[in-house]
């Protein structure tokens, strides 16, 4: 059995007007869409993670506010990943750090949260736990865990 880590990654729900922050990225199968964030170092918090990563990816400067998700892909990547998604505020000015774009980056855009089950955002369980916060419906904080190849959500 080969040995996998576990990655642990800090992502940003930025809400503004009814859209989301997302990071567009391509694959060989196409383009869609992240929540900007990413790995977390060691002896960084988790909220400082976030952070730094908004801002290293979107050159948005955020202050994380409250844990809202955790989803995990246990299987199909090449490490066990946890992705922890910290509702953020959005602050005016720009964040002092350079903009950095992630392998396979080709921009960020705002979508709108009353047809985010319908855009190619990953990992798809987060679709409709957005559109639930957004409007206020109850909704685990623990999504589960998504393999590669699950259903997407589309009702």
């Known amino acids: 059995m080969e040995e996998r880590h576990i990655r642990t990654s800090?992502?940003?729900?930025?809400?503004?007007?009814?859209?989301?922050?997302?990071?567009k990225v391509r694959d060989e199968f196409g383009a869609f869409y992240i929540l900007p964030g990413g790995g977390q170092m060691p002896g960084e918090t988790l909220p400082a993670a976030v952070?730094?990563?908004v801002a290293e990816e979107t050159g948005l400067r955020v202050r994380a506010e409250k844990l809202v998700?955790?989803?995990e892909g246990a299987e199909g990547e090449p490490d066990h990943r946890i992705d922890l998604v910290f509702l953020c505020r959005l602050f005016p000015e720009k964040a002092n750090e350079d903009r950095v774009?992630?392998?396979n980056q080709i921009g960020i855009e705002w979508?709108?949260?009353e047809t985010l089950n319908r855009e190619p955002l990953y990992p798809s369980?987060?679709?409709?736990?957005?559109?639930?916060?957004w409007q206020g419906i109850e909704t685990p904080v623990y999504l589960g865990n998504e393999n590669m190849g699950d259903p997407e959500i589309t009702e």
């Open 125 to 133: 369980r987060l679709r409709r736990a957005v559109m639930n916060l």
């Open 51 to 53: 952070e730094r990563e």
């Open 10 to 23: 800090a992502k940003a729900l930025v809400i503004r007007n009814g859209r989301m922050l997302a990071v």
């Open 101 to 103: 774009n992630d392998r």
């Open 69 to 71: 998700f955790a989803v």
């Open 111 to 113: 979508l709108p949260l």
